[in-house]
């Protein structure tokens, strides 16, 4: 793994080692590692200010991660996903409320709302193209606000629902550095998991049928298949990033999501 | 009775508001995504000019006409002009865009608490009797008479008008409407300017009627359902979807539950997109693709 790869011509990964690096060349593998660095001594520098920006910094790169997996790459526009924001940020919020669940209860459990709304809003994907996918994802935000707002006013926390912090190994996470780390490990795990799919079969999946719908399906793609896994994944991805959002915030409302 | 008054006025909004989607999406073939937004702009600027010619509420309701006008125009001058002949997609995100822009800038200029043009302008708002027992406000009568004279000077418009031939030109191919002569700049920027105009209307009674507040926009979301349940590109398609979706409406706050309301119209478009995506009396189009 020693040896220098000019990325500028052709195509020389000729092991299966070199395929799966993530950083092939020296000057790719230093930068990153000058990045991971960075990235881990800058909340001892930095004002509470600037990581709370960090943190929602992260919070929007896992959502568009996913929305990037599922317009960028798979070609399906959704116009729906801060429904699905949403969506995990409720599932949290109802199961805090109803049965005290700790967060390692909630979060799978948003990834698995997600999930289940993404095969709904995948559905009409088999069927429309382009403008009106994307308006059929719009109506279904809608629908999942609605949902979550009749929650509240039936429930009665017409203001919101607060949640307290989460409790890590005894300890409530409320601190700003804390929840850097989280956020950030969650943002990186996002970041591999999107890398790696996207450059195995299941990507190429993708790319196929964004690039001719057609031609995939004769190439022996599945497309009504690898549509709704693009839709499920992109979703899941998205739900878990509401539920983190609503811990981190402490309180979900409609509004606050809208 | 009141129940169909109630569903009339409401078609009657639904129809105001989306014949501006039907007219930018017929010419240009863009999806406006901020009619909402636009249309309470108007309603803001309603609430300025009253603030400006307390005394004269014509002047007031004319100078507001006026520039809202000119929004439209503005809009197409300074952002959708960068966008004919992008992808539509992208001509669809930029008014998404627009449209969160133009809400933080509502509230930023004319804050968020509920207004009253009406008392502004001090008109009184008395409800009227109708025959058959039904009662109707002042400013919702209005709105009917105002959507119904709309409808029709727009069908007189795009079918004798000079310039409603050339909108429907430019609509049908471009280029081709290009090559005959018809500037479309201009008519994709008149295109706007009305679009914005009777949203801007729309806007103006609804605020007369019932108070304005930054959520206004929800309603002009709650029309694109009409617009789009009737056919994107038919006039008589979005007072059809209109009629069907402010009947499935008040129909479910009556008999079911009021905070239906918002719903309502997208489970209508779901249905509808499930079954006949170009909509009742829309062309059915090559859906194009991402």
């Known amino acids: 793994m020693s040896k220098l790869m000019p990325r500028a011509s052709g195509y020389f990964r000729t092991d299966y080692k070199c395929d799966l690096a993530l950083a092939e060349t020296r000057l790719q593998r230093v930068s990153l590692s000058i990045f991971i660095v960075a990235l881990a001594v800058f909340p001892f520098f930095a004002s509470p200010f600037h990581l709370d920006i960090a943190c929602q910094i992260f919070l929007a790169a896992i959502g568009s991660l996913s929305l990037m997996l599922l317009t960028g790459y798979a070609g399906q526009i959704s116009l729906g996903h801060a429904g699905l924001l949403a969506a995990?940020?409720?599932?949290?919020?109802?199961?805090?409320?109803?049965?005290?669940?700790?967060?390692?209860?909630?979060?799978?459990?948003?990834?698995?709302?997600?999930?289940?709304?993404?095969?709904?809003?995948?559905?009409?994907?088999?069927?429309?193209?382009?403008?009106?996918?994307?308006?059929?994802?719009?109506?279904?935000?809608?629908?999942?606000?609605?949902?979550?707002?009749?929650?509240?006013?039936?429930?009665?926390?017409?203001?919101?629902?607060?949640?307290?912090?989460?409790?890590?190994?005894?300890?409530a996470l409320t601190s700003n550095r804390a929840w850097y780390f989280i956020l950030l490990i969650f943002a990186a795990a996002t970041l591999l998991i999107c890398v790696n799919l996207l450059r195995s079969r299941t990507g190429r999946a993708w790319g196929a049928i964004r690039a001719r719908e057609t031609v995939a399906e004769a190439l022996g793609i599945d497309v009504a298949r690898y549509k709704l896994l693009a839709f499920v994944i992109s979703s899941a991805m998205t739900a878990v990033a509401g539920a983190l959002f609503a811990y981190y915030r402490g309180f979900v409302s409609v509004e606050a999501l809208l | 009775m009141q129940l169909i008054v109630n569903i009339v006025v409401l078609a009657a909004i639904y129809a105001l508001i989306s014949c501006g989607y039907v007219l930018v999406y017929r010419v240009s073939h863009v999806l406006n995504l901020a009619h909402g937004e636009l249309m309470m702009v108007g309603a803001y600027l309603l609430l300025t000019t009253a603030w400006l010619f307390a005394g004269n509420p014509i002047v007031a309701i004319a100078v507001a006409l006026g520039l809202s006008?000119?929004?439209?125009?503005?809009?197409?001058?300074?952002?959708?002009?960068?966008?004919?002949?992008?992808?539509?997609?992208?001509?669809?995100?930029?008014?998404?865009?627009?449209?969160?822009?133009?809400?933080?800038?509502?509230?930023?200029?004319w804050s968020a608490q509920q207004q009253y043009p009406a008392q502004a302008l001090s008109f009184t708002n008395a409800a009227i009797e109708l025959p058959g027992g039904g009662r109707i406000s002042t400013f919702a009568g209005i709105l009917v008479l105002v959507t119904a004279t709309t409808y029709a000077l727009m069908f007189a418009f795009l079918r004798f008008g000079r310039w409603g031939v050339r909108m429907r030109a430019a609509g049908q191919n471009p280029l081709l409407a290009a090559q005959r002569g018809v500037s479309l700049h201009a008519v994709y920027a008149l295109a706007w300017s009305l679009s914005t105009l009777t949203g801007s209307m729309a806007g103006m009674l609804i605020a007369l009627d019932s108070g304005l507040d930054s959520?206004?926009?929800?309603?002009?979301?709650?029309?694109?359902?009409?617009?789009?349940?009737?056919?994107?590109?038919?006039?008589?398609?979005?007072?059809?979807?209109?009629?069907?979706?402010?009947?499935?409406?008040?129909?479910?706050?009556?008999?079911?539950?009021?905070?239906?309301?918002?719903?309502?119209?997208?489970?209508?478009?779901?249905?509808?997109?499930?079954?006949?995506?170009?909509?009742?009396?829309?062309?059915?189009?090559?859906l194009d693709r991402v």
Do not use: C, N
Request: neutral net charge; charged residues 10%; proline residues 5%.
């Open chain 1, 88 to 171: 995990g940020a409720f599932t949290v919020g109802i199961l805090f409320r109803e049965t005290h669940a700790p967060f390692w209860v909630t979060l799978p459990a948003a990834a698995l709302v997600g999930g289940f709304l993404g095969i709904i809003f995948g559905l009409p994907s088999l069927r429309l193209r382009g403008l009106y996918l994307a308006i059929s994802t719009l109506a279904l935000h809608f629908v999942v606000v609605y949902l979550g707002g009749e929650y509240e006013t039936k429930r009665g926390f017409s203001t919101g629902i607060s949640i307290d912090p989460p409790q890590i190994f005894g300890r």
């Open chain 2, 69 to 109: 006008l000119t929004v439209g125009v503005l809009v197409y001058v300074f952002l959708m002009r960068k966008m004919t002949g992008e992808m539509v997609l992208a001509a669809v995100l930029t008014t998404v865009a627009l449209g969160i822009l133009l809400r933080g800038l509502i509230v930023l200029v």
């Open chain 2, 215 to 286: 959520t206004m926009a929800v309603i002009g979301l709650k029309a694109f359902p009409a617009a789009l349940v009737g056919g994107l590109d038919s006039l008589v398609g979005a007072l059809v979807g209109s009629l069907i979706v402010a009947g499935a409406e008040v129909l479910a706050i009556h008999y079911i539950d009021p905070l239906l309301s918002d719903v309502v119209p997208f489970l209508v478009l779901i249905a509808m997109l499930a079954v006949r995506p170009w909509g009742l009396f829309g062309t059915r189009e090559e």
